[in-house]
């Protein structure tokens, strides 16, 4: 039944931007709180920060360092909340509902994935935002702007079927939302935060062979327009690996039938 | 399997909406389906009967594609389950157990998603759900978040949500558990509706009332087998007599009727006795002279005329469950 992919896709992404608009406490977290973390580093810990950073110079220095990192944050972020709304419509009937009509099957989490993709790429966008309103100045050309948006939906795809397996895999609501965490605390444990030089040698070690690291110095290297190399072929492995592993699994998870 | 008199000349007339041969499905080391076998005539109501843990669900499951069995040969409409799954999903409609309707849409929403889901036109579209939302009475809450809905408008919803594509057969899975009685009649009213516009039902229920109200044929789950089936009227005759329940004020009472009546005493704080009754007013009297010779004081007596609950009681030698319950579901 493939004839109605594009068809039953696009219904499912339908009801998933209706449940976006339905539930905003769901839906405005991933929104929020890049924002509050972003204000929270710069101001906070910025001034001290970014005199530590190879190049000095405060908190101006930090925020151009810190929004790539941000960036992958974000997104690792809204990759979270799928997981939690994959675990609730699993525990409706309505998932048996569809698994008993002729539709194209993956097209319920093809609607997931999709409706997640629309609120990375809001949240992205308001992360942008207020980034250059408080003085980040990328020196990004056209062609790495677009080289920036292309990694960015490739990661934000990557996690997101990650995110969706981990959903699959829970058996509540609650297990689905904790399972994810690793996804909060990676950015931390790599270049998105602080250069990795200053971090104990195991956890260096950690922090640079983790694929965020690459990913975030990648977006990091493009947006200021400098020459980004073999970090961006490692990046962008990571990612396909990512969503090659996430995709098939929760495939399996899906189709996996129910147990009783 | 024990079959009945009745079933014996079998009319071909109609031709088989679903039959299952043989089937068998077990999850681990538990088996849940040994050996079904049943058969489903085009247009009829069937309700299938059992406890908790007797395999409704599992059953269920595998006639609506969700699940596999592990032997046997299954055909809904004329399709195989296994092989042909999407022509069976074609002819077929599931309300399971659980209420599968989405709780963030409101119920016109709900029955879109649905009609999208059918590729219906867009205009067929509205007429349909403008006609389903009038004929379950939820016109006025149709564009309401379900939240605000009750369990019985859940379920309206539920059921017009199976019906948006017109299946040929339905599946309701527990249609009343915990429904209160007068939303269970209207579900009753629309399960008749059905059948009368000549849609084959198949029900679950642990309700042997239910089965009787609604049922052309009833069958009778037990254990992964079916221990019985036929017409409610059949599985009745099956039963000669009801019985009268007698209880006594205390055990001393208790035991000297249980000697008098040559009933068997059971144990325990038990202060009821059920004598079997071919239904005549002769044995009642009969048992009142006894005790009154036995000078047994009597505390309250009824007469019990059969019903399925007696069917079942003989036939699986345990009472059916009355109260609402829910069995383990997974996905």
Known sequence: MTTY?????ATM??????????????????????????????????????????????????????????????????????????????????????????????????????????????????????ALAIGYSPSAGPLEWLAVVGLLVLVAFALTWLSVALGLLAKSV??????????FLLPFLGSGFVPTDSMPAGLRWFA????????????????????????????????????????????????????? | MSTMPAQEPITQTRTAAITAV??????????????????????????????????????????????????????VAGHDVAREADAVRDAIGLTGQFSAVDNLLTGRENLRL?????????????GRIAELLARFELTEAADRTLSTYSGGMRRRLDLAMTLIGAPEIIFLDEPTTGLDPRSRHTMWEIVRGLAGDGTTVFLTTQYLEEADQLA??????????????GTPAELKARVPGGHIDLTFADRGAYRAAAGALDAPARDGDSLALQVATDGNVAKVRDVLRQLDQAGVELE????????????????????ATSEPQTEEVSR
Do not use: C
């Open chain 1, 5 to 9: 992919a594009v068809r039953d896709s």
């Open chain 1, 13 to 130: 992404l339908r009801r998933n931007l209706l449940h976006l608009r339905r539930y905003p406490g769901l839906s405005l977290f991933p929104i929020l709180m890049p924002v509050v973390f972003l204000l929270l580093f710069v101001y906070v810990f910025g001034g001290t920060l970014g005199n530590g950073l190879e190049v000095g110079g405060g908190r101006d220095a930090y925020v151009e360092f810190l929004t790539p990192g941000m960036l992958v944050f974000t997104i690792a972020g809204a990759a979270q909340i799928i997981a939690i709304s994959v675990a609730m419509d699993m525990t409706e009937g309505i998932v048996a509902r569809f698994k008993t009509m002729r539709i194209w099957r993956p097209s319920v989490l093809a609607g997931h994935v999709l409706g997640n993709m629309v609120l990375t790429a809001v949240s992205v966008v308001v992360l942008i935002a207020v």
């Open chain 1, 208 to 260: 640079d062979n983790q694929p965020f690291t690459p990913i975030t110095d990648t977006l990091r290297s493009l947006l200021s327009g400098e020459h980004v190399g073999r970090t961006g072929v490692v990046a962008v492995a990571w990612s396909l690996a990512i969503a090659a592993a996430g995709f098939l699994w929760a495939g399996y998870l899906y189709n996996r039938r129910p147990a009783r």
């Open chain 2, 300 to 319: 309250t007596l009824s007469i019990h005329t059969p019903d399925l609950d007696d069917v079942f009681l003989a036939l699986t030698g345990k009472p």
């Open chain 2, 22 to 75: 043989d089937v068998r499905k077990s999850f681990d080391d538990d088996l849940v389906l040994d050996g079904l076998e049943l058969t489903v005539e085009e247009g009829s109501v069937f309700a299938l009967l059992g406890p908790n843990g007797s395999g409704k669900t599992t059953t269920v499951n595998i006639l609506a594609t969700l699940l596999d069995a592990d032997a046997g040969e299954v055909r």
């Open chain 2, 114 to 126: 649905m009609a999208d889901l059918h590729h219906l036109a867009r205009r067929d579209a509205e």
């Open chain 1, 174 to 183: 609650e297990t689905a939302s904790n399972m994810p965490m690793f996804l």
């Open chain 2, 216 to 229: 052309d044929r009833v069958a009778i789950l037990d254990g992964g087998r079916l221990v019985a089936q």
